[in-house]
């Protein structure tokens, strides 16, 4: 059965080119009606018609046969069939987004439960990003998507970690390797204004309709140059909104710290500066998500993935699989057994 699928075609790329049949078969038929070469025109008749035989007739036509058998397969496959070839229509839902993620020390924060296991405000923000890239897919398997998306991350000063683009495996490599350099004391701080600041730089000369910062933090801003008001403020003069989410518990809760004896874990309590996160997103005509636990945390970014969505049509494209192979093959087998009936079955004699 799956021999004879390998046989069957939705349509022809090139039809036209089934026109060269007519020459094959005009080529058979001219083959078949001339006299073997050698030939006697004898008055016998019947006689020697019984003892030549029909098979052995039959037979001699087989090489013209099989040429023009594998000549047909050829034309065939020259017209290009096509399997499952059928036109789609395809739409997107296209929007440039700078992921900006905070990756200070307090992110070593461990107040976020999975499965009775506790882990880090970084770890389950990776986990929350990662499906929000996922989102952004055509389909879950592909590489690339339609939205452009980038990674800033920031602690002391903001850095960008991947450009914008639709390599989305590039993007979740660079996001699986964001570490927090709890070592560097120079390092810790939490520069929010900064982090806005350098997503506008890459954002504002987008040709995107709709531009997007999402934004995550669990403190408030105590490093750079650039206040966050201020740097939300220049976003809205680019058109860009930013939706801010503020990740962790207000509560006491267990970090790692380092010591010369190694890690060990210490209650903190790490205040979330919300009022200035949601007058970000207000001067920038977004909103701000509280997230306390995985599901609220998970919650933010699947919402702002619905609401972040532009129908853009993209045209026809065709969806096929090239079917020319099995006919080219089947084509040279036959014109290679009418070289080889030919040659040691009817190999005329000088």
Not at 90 to 98: F, G, N
Not at 171 to 182: G, K, V
Not at 226 to 249: C, F, N, V, W
């Given at each position: ?8 075609f ?5 039809p036209s080119?089934?026109l060269l049949?007519?020459?094959v ?18 008055s016998?008749?019947?006689?020697l018609?019984?003892?030549?035989g029909?098979?052995?007739a ?5 090489p ?7 000549l047909?397969m050829?034309?065939i496959a ?5 399997q499952?070839?059928?036109?789609q229509?395809?739409s997107?839902d ?10 200070s ?7 976020f ?7 880090t405000r ?15 897919k055509?389909?879950p ?5 339609l939205?452009?998306?980038g990674?800033?991350l ?5 850095w960008t ?11 979740e490599?660079?996001?699986?390797n ?12 939490t520069?929010i204004?900064?982090?806005i ?11 995107a ?9 669990d ?10 008001i ?8 680019y ?5 801010t989410i503020?990740?962790g ?10 010591t010369?004896f ?11 500066d919300?009022?200035t ?13 509280r ?5 609220s945390l ?7 993935n ?6 853009v ?13 099995p006919w080219?093959a089947?084509?040279?087998?036959a ?11 009817f190999e005329?004699?000088p």
């Amino acid at each position: 059965m799956s021999l004879f699928n390998a046989f069957t075609f939705s349509a022809l790329m090139y039809p036209s080119a089934l026109l060269l049949l007519l020459g094959v078969l005009f080529l058979c038929i001219a083959e078949c009606m001339v006299r073997a070469p050698g030939a006697l025109n004898i008055s016998t008749g019947e006689t020697l018609w019984r003892i030549r035989g029909h098979q052995r007739a039959a037979l001699r036509r087989a090489p013209a046969l099989l040429r023009a058998f594998g000549l047909a397969m050829l034309v065939i496959a020259m017209a290009r069939p096509m399997q499952g070839l059928s036109p789609q229509k395809d739409s997107a839902d296209i929007v440039d987004v700078m992921l900006c993620v905070d990756v200070s020390g307090s992110m070593r924060a461990m107040d976020f439960r999975s499965r009775e296991e506790l882990l880090t405000r970084l770890d389950v923000t990776k986990e929350a990003v990662r499906d929000f890239i996922q989102s952004r897919k055509n389909k879950p398997q592909d590489r690339y998507g339609l939205d452009r998306l980038g990674l800033v991350l920031y602690a002391k000063y903001a850095w960008t970690q991947t450009p914008l683009t639709l390599d989305y495996a590039v993007l979740e490599r660079d996001l699986e390797n964001a570490q927090i350099d709890s070592r560097d004391r120079s390092k810790q701080g939490t520069a929010i204004g900064s982090a806005i600041g350098l997503a506008v730089s890459k954002l504002r000369k987008s040709e995107a309709k709709n531009k997007v910062i999402i934004l995550l933090t669990d403190g408030r801003n105590n490093e750079g140059e650039l206040d966050p008001i201020t740097a939300a403020h220049l976003a809205k003069e680019y058109g860009i909104r930013i939706y801010t989410i503020g990740a962790g518990s207000s509560d006491q809760v267990v970090v790692p710290v380092e010591t010369i004896f190694g890690s060990r874990p210490d209650l903190q309590t790490l205040p979330i500066d919300e009022d200035t996160l949601k007058q970000i997103a207000e001067i920038s005509g977004a909103r701000f998500y509280r997230a306390t636990d995985l599901d609220s945390l998970h919650g933010a970014y699947e919402e702002i993935n619905k609401l972040e969505t532009t129908k853009v049509e993209l045209g026809d494209y065709y969806e096929y699989k090239e079917a020319f192979v099995p006919w080219a093959a089947l084509g040279m087998l036959a014109l290679l057994g009418s070289v080889f009936t030919r040659r040691f079955w009817f190999e005329s004699i000088p």
